[in-house]
């Protein structure tokens, strides 16, 4: 105890009683809280194996409350004793999958490229483009961040019809990648200016150009910063939706389109509705629960100074 | 070099006259014009670099992104504030007309949209709420607390999935009203009707309900790292000048946690005022357009009537009321951090 005592304060100390108090109530609101986050998630997950009656009868509990069944894996193609055969479901599935892996990593490695060169730029030398210095500069890239998609969306549906974009997946990666990038703008910007001048100015000394300096000297030790940036910019692009439900039809559609547009002439399949749901957000969780070190890194950059 | 990207600035000029001449030599689509776009922006690259030497190779660092946002965002904006001023509806035959102001003197007694722009004002002072929420987590995860990392994780979930598929699993089947879980633990907790949707006022609420629930995860990181960059020395001294928890936090804490405050804060508000998909999903903007926002309104406008003329005269006026509105908040916040440290 005596070791303890040093992380706990002193007027805990003093009385126990309301040290245990304070505790339970800590461990208490933050289970209730957990349980707040998890319960939908559960809820999907254990409705995806639920049969009509189970779902509107409201039964919780698998194996206790009801028995489980593969009915809303199945009406996707993705149950043990669907899986090899054929399924257009499924097949549609997978297409709508890819589109959005595609989409979404696409939009996000663009949003890196071209986000990265420009904060690098801005961090370590002065331009001037008319009347507009950098500060100017950064701040016409993060002012991005204010724009509503709903301002942009019409607009572009109609040039997308010209321009021969619209229902395409490069449609969508271009404006993913125009919605991400003041995201990665500000998180690199934080990067770099974390990193010492005097890395690259000993480079430049030893005969490397500035390009050289940059990729092969900062690059490497941006890298988490990219990674950070790469996987918030995964996640918003994944989960996006605006856009998707305006420009894409037929071919292009992502998942949450899919998602959305699950209503069935006799009401909705809640058993094969949350299968897809919970499909669509399993590849996020694990993201989440795999990569959380980055993701928290990429939130919190340039928030704490 | 500065010649030849003369020359293909030329032959875009030449392009869009094919174009808009509807004749000629002119193609399918605009699609080379936006080939020739990328070109052009590659010569200028490489003119930087081959005739300004040193200075053009830093200037390529910069051109990419800044070639790459002035194309998607300036000219769309400008040719949006043109659409906003025509009757273009794209499921009509008669093409678009240009009608100068009716757009905007249709939206001024649009009751509709004053509507779904109060309702903006009423989710944007929800943020006030859920920051409050976000912060005692905050404070709760940086507790000397086992299993920190877990909790963490948990809390952090949320935000990671897609709105649209909890939209439609927590909005329209956790609360469904007949067997939802969550409204037979409203008939448990005294509540005799409890339909979640159905009354304009806790269609409101609902809906910040499951929005805060998406987005407070963002707060909580933001605020846990501000926390956790606080230094312990001055949480100490209070204690030794015996101010309890009370005191410390409102005296120490919370005033040290201003800017990182107000810059979540203002973050929040920033995403909040594109909510859209959510309400799109659950209530399309039901009951009777009483949990529309702007963004809902404006898709519905479009999705519905295929109104693109008076929905881009919405959008821009809501532009307009942003840019305004964010600037008095920067500077508001400015002044206010100033003003208590």
Known sequence: MS?????????????????????VFIYGALVFWAFICLFPIYWTLTTSFKSAVDVTQGHLIPFVDFQPDWKGWRSLGLSPDSIFQTSTVRDEFFKRFMNSVITSVGASSLAIVIGSLAAYGLTRYRYRFAWFKNEDISFFFLSQLILPPVVLALPFLVLYREVGLLDTRVGLILLYTLMVLPIVIWIMRDQFNSIPVELEEAALVDGLSIWGAFLRIVMPIALPGMVAAFILAMVLCWNEYFFAALLTSTDAKTIPVMVASQTGSQGINWWSMAALATAAIAPLAVIGIALERYLIMGMTAGAVK | MAAATLGLLATIALEIQYKTDTGAIGFETWRPVVYAYVLWGVAIGIGQVLTRGEDGQRALFLLPALLFTIAMVIFPTLFGFYIALTDWNLSSFSGR???????????????????????????????????VIAFGLALLLNAQIRARKFFRVVFLMPLMLSPVAVSWMVGKSLMEYRFGPAATLARHLGWENPAFFSDPITAR?????????????????????????????????????GANAWQTFWQVTFPLMLPVSVTAVILRIIFKLKLADIIITVTSGGPGGATDSVSSFIYREYRDRSNVGYGTMLAMAYLVIIIVFVTWLLKFANRFVRNVN
């Open chain 2, 205 to 241: 609420i609902s809906i910040m309900v499951l929005d805060a629930w998406t987005f407070i995860p963002f707060m909580m990181i933001m605020l846990l790292a501000g926390l956790q960059a606080m230094s312990r020395e001055i949480l100490e001294a209070a204690r030794v000048d």
């Open chain 1, 3 to 23: 070791v303890q005592t040093t992380e706990y304060t002193v007027s805990e100390i003093r009385s126990p009683a309301s040290f245990i108090t304070s505790r």
């Open chain 2, 97 to 131: 007309r240009f009608n100068g102001l009716d757009n905007f003197w249709q939206m001024l007694s649009d009751p509709y949209y004053r509507n779904a722009l109060f309702n903006m004002v009423l989710y944007v002072l929800a943020v006030l709420v859920e920051y």
